[in-house]
């Protein structure tokens, strides 16, 4: 483990701590008694050992209810493993989080995510008065835990009006591997209706021009 925690890069990625209980008692019972005592119970999967344990939702906040991904460094009676969220579920009507589940961070064993898409430079499109729309927030790719990035850019610097960027403009390493269709759009300068207006009627001008200047004067 020690070896593997070398490897992740802690300049890239935020790590977050997350304290956890260990539970040995499991099933619907004993996830009440841990609710009513105002926790939270969940369960790390991976590397072929499942943990059972309990949080707290303070603890858990700044990795769930966030746009950005994190890693979170869950310490459970002392033991320290690095992982993500895996699944979340949520009481229907309250929106209460009723369990947890995490999955471990293992070197070398591919995993698939969900990472941020982010955009960088200024669309010349953008400056002429249009307006940047993402399409997509975040893609699914396939990658080792030394790998992980916290989100992918895509540059929007040569984005004219009507132009569009799609995942295969996203910016990856070699060890990435993208999930989703390359084709698929994340991102349009779109044409304010203002600005459509202004261009037909200039085509109706220039479309008219040619006739009024070949009408007869009268007399």
Known sequence: MQSFLKKINLNTMEVLNVPALLRVDTGKKSNIEVRKAGRIPG?????????????????VKKLIYTPDFKV????????????????????PVTDQLLHIDFLRLVDGTPLKVEIPIRFKGTSPGVKSGGKLIQQMRRVKVKVTPENLVSELFAD???????????VSDLEISEHIQLMTEGATPI??????????????????????APAAAAAPAAE
């Open 156 to 166: 929007i610097s040569t984005l004219e009006l009507g132009d569009s960027v799609r």
């Open 72 to 91: 979170a460094e869950l310490s459970i009676d002392g033991t320290s493993t690095k992982a993500i969220v895996k699944e979340l579920q949520f009481h």
């Open 187 to 208: 991102g349009l300068v779109d044409v304010p209706r203002a600005l459509k207006s202004a261009a037909a009627a200039e085509e109706a001008d220039a479309a008219a």
């Open 43 to 59: 369960v790390l999967y991976g590397n072929n050992n499942n943990v059972n344990f309990s949080v707290i939702l303070s603890d």
